[in-house]
């Protein structure tokens, strides 16, 4: 399994970024897919999971984050809106029980 993460960045607050994920090594249509980050001095958290049919969201990020996902270029994404400073963290994607080899992460910084 392999796990590229992509579209970080520096942004101002209330500003937007798009992450994308592209994974290889699965069948990627039939598990259940997940968001996290962590941020410096912080456990890693689970941000946003996508199943089939069904999306979560942490608290933090409810109403702000979109996780999508598309099977026929196995990736999945992740718009971020309204970004706040404590977004900043470095970005994974995984399954949504994390049994994967973490990929590199991709770094958001939110920041004036």
């Known amino acids: 399994v392999q796990l590229v993460e992509s579209g970080g960045g520096l942004v101002q607050p209330g500003g937007s970024l798009r992450l994308s994920c592209a994974a290889s090594?699965?069948?990627?249509?039939?598990?259940?897919l997940a968001w996290y980050r962590q941020a410096p001095g912080k456990e890693r958290e689970l941000v946003a999971s996508?199943?089939?049919?069904?999306?979560n969201y942490a608290d933090s990020v409810k109403g702000r984050f979109t996780i999508s996902r598309d099977n026929a270029r196995s990736t999945v994404s992740l718009q971020m809106n309204s970004l706040k400073a404590e977004d900043t963290a470095l970005y994974y994607c995984n399954s949504k029980d994390g049994r994967w080899p973490w990929g590199q992460g991709t770094q958001v910084t939110v920041s004036s």
């Open positions: 090594g699965i069948i990627f249509s039939i598990n259940a």
């Open positions: 996508i199943t089939l049919g069904a999306t």
